[in-house]
């Protein structure tokens, strides 16, 4: 068996098993709309001039782990996820947050035709329920929303411009807070 040192702070405080160090690689799809400036996506999914977004649904494959990020192969072109703000979360629960074992085109298919068409603009729309606004947003920044059943999830289309999703009693989309400018871009009435 091969073994790795462990260092802290460049002092040897113990040896494991390489194993220990081994983090699942594995297919699946995009759980949800993700931009992409061609190499880099972020957790923090921004809207930005140069990315694209890669839709929901999209073939995945994990195929390693570094610092604060999860390598991804994305229809043949070499990608990297980045954990820039969900660090509490372990790389393998951060990988399967995004690439999931089930494609969810199939589920957004069955869904009303006015959320198909947010969903395919990445924008959301009043009657949402949590999982159509996840596949067409992606997850809120997990520092900022822990918890994925309050009645506000806090988003960002770039560093500078956040919006909220509001959630009624029964968990569905009641609102957007934001500025007119970023509102026109992600809500759609």
Known sequence: MKYRLVLLAGLAVGVLPCAAFAQAKFDGYLCCNMRS????????????DGKRTLPAG??????????????????????????DYSRDLAPEDFARRYVVSENPADRIAS????????????????GMDREQVLTSLGYPM??????????????????????????DGSGRVSDVTASPTTRNRVWMP
């Open 37 to 48: 400036d061609g190499s880099w996506i972020s957790d923090g999914n921004y809207a930005e």
């Open 58 to 83: 999209t073939p995945a494959k994990v195929t390693g782990y570094g610092r604060y990020r999860v390598r991804v192969e994305l229809d043949g072109s070499k990608q990297a996820i980045g954990n």
């Open 111 to 126: 869904w009303p035709a006015k959320v198909q068409e947010a969903v395919g603009q990445s924008r959301v729309t009043p």
């Open 142 to 167: 997990h520092s900022e929303n822990p918890d994925l059943d309050a009645a506000l999830w806090r988003y960002w289309l770039s560093s500078f411009d956040e919006f909220q999703v509001q959630f």
